[in-house]
C-alpha cells in the first residue's frame, strides 16, 4: 500500500456558500407552494431533505495535518495540505489511532465530549477526529527495567522523536500504528541495553567485532541512542513512521542493588584515590632524600633513613594532620 494524494482543488467555500443558497430556494419553493400550485412544495420538500448531503464533503484541514480518505472501502487518496476542501461526501475518513494517547505526545488533545445528565442516569457522545497528524511528535515510555549483558537490572527510559510520512502504510499495514511504535520502542530498547553493561567492564563486546571495548550504557550514551534509534526504524519502516531521533532520558540501577552499586562505585574511588595519594608521597619522600644528600646538611645511616621514611609516609598519607613530638635531646 502506497499513499496517493487525493486531488482536489480548495473549493470549500465555494461549496458551502451554494449549499445554502440552495436550501434558502428550497425554503423559498415551500413558501410559495401555499399561494400556488403544490409541485413547488414537493421540490421544496426534496430541496430540504437532500440538500444537507454536501456539508458532509466539507473538510478543513489545518498545516501539517491529513486525511485517508476511503470510498465504500476502496482506497481513494491522502487529502494533505492546509485549507478548504470539497471532497465526495460519500468518502470516509480512517484513522484506527484516532483514540490512541501516547505519553507526552503532540497529538494527545482530549478529544471534544458532548455529555447530557439527568438525575442519576447520564450519556455521553464522543466526536474522534480522524485527521492525521504530520507533525513531529515525542514519545515516553517511562522508565523500564532491564537487565544489562552482566545481569545487572538497571532502569532505564528514552524519549523517541517521531513523525508520520506515509499515511496509507500507517492506516492500512498496521492495526494501530502509534500502539505499533510504543511496543517496537520497548522491544528495540530492551534488544539493545542487554547488550552494554551499566559501566566499563572488562572482556565485554558491544560492537560485534570479536575484541573487547569500553563500551558502557553510562560512558556511551549518544552510541546507544544511535543504536536504539536504528533498530526501532527497521521496524517501523512497514508502518510509514520516520524516527528522528531518540534519546535515554533516565539511567540508574534497579533499587534494589542500587546501594551495593554505590558502595562498590564508592570502594573503586577511594582505592584510586589512596592509589594517587601513596605515589604522589613515594615521590615526595624520594625527593627528600635526594635534597638532604645532595645538600649534605645530614649524615643518616639505614636505619635512621627508614625511621624517616615511615614517618614522611605516615604524614602524607595520613587522614589526619600529624600531631609532631619534637625531640629536644640528642639524635640518637
Not at 399561494?35 to 464533503?57: E, Q, R, Y
Not at 468518502?91 to 458532548?114: I, M, R
Request: proline share 3%; hydrophobic share 45%; with cysteine.
Amino acid at each position: 500500500m502506497r499513499e496517493q494524494i487525493y486531488t482536489t482543488r480548495k473549493n470549500g467555500m465555494s461549496v458551502l456558500l451554494l449549499t445554502i443558497a440552495l436550501l434558502l430556494f428550497g425554503v423559498f419553493c415551500c413558501i410559495l407552494s401555499l399561494a400556488s400550485s403544490g409541485w413547488l412544495f414537493v421540490l421544496g420538500i426534496l430541496i430540504l431533505a437532500l440538500g444537507w448531503i454536501p456539508f458532509i464533503g466539507l473538510k478543513v484541514l489545518k498545516p501539517q495535518e491529513a486525511l485517508v480518505l476511503t470510498l465504500f472501502g476502496k482506497y481513494k487518496g491522502t487529502l494533505k495540505g492546509d485549507g478548504f476542501y470539497f471532497v465526495n461526501p460519500f468518502c470516509t475518513a480512517v484513522n484506527p489511532a484516532a483514540g490512541t494517547k501516547l505519553a507526552q505526545s503532540g497529538d494527545t488533545t482530549a478529544a471534544p465530549k458532548l455529555s447530557l445528565s439527568a438525575n442519576e442516569n447520564s450519556a455521553s457522545i464522543n466526536f474522534e477526529s480522524k485527521k492525521i497528524s504530520l507533525k513531529a511528535m515525542t514519545l515516553n515510555n517511562g522508565r523500564q527495567k532491564v537487565n544489562d549483558c552482566l545481569g545487572n537490572p538497571v532502569e532505564i527510559g528514552i524519549a523517541v522523536i517521531w513523525r508520520v510520512t506515509d499515511t496509507a502504510k500507517a492506516v492500512f499495514n498496521v492495526d494501530n500504528y502509534k500502539e505499533y511504535l510504543s511496543l517496537q520502542c520497548d522491544s528495540a530498547l530492551r534488544n539493545i541495553v542487554r547488550i552494554y553493561p551499566y559501566d566499563v567492564s572488562t572482556n565485554v563486546d558491544t560492537t560485534g567485532d570479536g575484541q573487547a571495548d569500553e563500551g558502557s550504557l553510562r560512558g556511551s550514551a549518544e552510541v546507544v541512542a544511535e543504536r536504539i534509534k536504528d533498530e526501532i526504524q527497521a521496524k517501523v519502516n512497514e508502518a510509514g513512521l520516520e524516527i528522528i531521533e531518540a534519546r535515554i532520558t533516565y539511567l540508574a540501577y534497579a533499587p534494589e542493588i542500587a546501594s551495593v552499586m554505590l558502595q562498590r562505585q564508592q570502594a573503586s574511588a577511594i582505592i584510586d584515590a589512596r592509589k594517587m595519594i601513596v605515589d604522589g608521597a613515594v615521590g615526595m619522600v624520594e625527593m627528600a632524600l635526594d635534597r638532604l644528600n645532595e645538600k649534605q646538611l645530614v649524615d643518616l645511616d639505614e636505619e635512621r633513613k627508614a625511621a624517616m621514611v615511615s614517618n614522611l609516609l605516615v604524614v602524607l598519607c595520613g587522614n589526619h594532620d600529624a600531631q609532631p613530638v619534637v625531640n629536644s635531646g640528642s639524635l640518637y
